[in-house]
C-alpha cells in the first residue's frame, strides 16, 4: 500500500534522518502517532516474539517504509530484519516506554 506523498518536505536546522521516508510513512498510515523512532539494540534485536519485517531491505527507501507497515499494524514495536528496530506512540514517552519495557523483558532472558 502507498502511504508517501509525492513529495515529501523537510525543514529544520539539520539534514533529516535518513529514515525520513519510514517516519513520514508510519505518521500518515498511524493517526494518533506522535512519535516514531528507531534503534539498533541488540538486546530488543535478538527477541524473538515482536514482529519482524518478512525481507533485510535497503534503509531510507519507501520498500523499507512500506515493509515496516506491512508487520506494523497495532504493534508499537517492530524489528527490521537485519537494520534495526522502530517504536510508537502518541508521545515519545510511550514509544520509549514501551522499549523500556521490551528491553527489560530482553534482559530478564540473559
Same mark, same amino acid.
Given at each position: 500500500?502507498?502511504?508517501?506523498? =509525492?513529495?515529501?518536505?523537510?525543514?529544520?536546522?539539520?539534514?533529516?534522518?535518513?529514515?525520513?521516508?519510514?517516519?513520514?510513512?508510519?505518521?500518515?498510515?498511524?493517526?494518533?502517532?506522535?512519535?516514531?523512532?528507531?534503534?539498533?539494540?541488540?538486546?530488543?534485536?535478538?527477541?524473538?516474539?515482536?514482529?519482524?519485517?518478512?525481507?533485510?531491505?535497503?534503509?531510507?527507501?519507501?520498500?523499507?517504509?512500506?515493509?515496516?507497515?506491512?508487520?506494523?499494524?497495532?504493534?508499537?514495536?517492530?524489528?527490521?530484519?537485519?537494520?534495526?528496530?522502530? =517504536?510508537?506512540?502518541?508521545?515519545?514517552?510511550?514509544?520509549?516506554?514501551?522499549?523500556?519495557?521490551?528491553?527489560?523483558?530482553?534482559?530478564?532472558?540473559?
Amino acid at each position: 500500500m502507498q502511504w508517501l506523498p =509525492a513529495v515529501l518536505t523537510v525543514a529544520g536546522l539539520h539534514e533529516p534522518s535518513s529514515e525520513t521516508l519510514m517516519h513520514a510513512a508510519i505518521y500518515a498510515a498511524r493517526p494518533g502517532t506522535g512519535a516514531v523512532f528507531h534503534g539498533h539494540s541488540e538486546e530488543i534485536l535478538g527477541m524473538t516474539d515482536l514482529p519482524v519485517t518478512k525481507r533485510e531491505r535497503p534503509y531510507g527507501t519507501a520498500v523499507m517504509a512500506n515493509e515496516v507497515l506491512d508487520v506494523l499494524g497495532g504493534h508499537s514495536v517492530v524489528i527490521m530484519r537485519n537494520h534495526g528496530f522502530v =517504536a510508537v506512540g502518541r508521545t515519545m514517552g510511550e514509544a520509549n516506554g514501551a522499549v523500556q519495557t521490551i528491553d527489560g523483558a530482553a534482559n530478564e532472558r540473559h
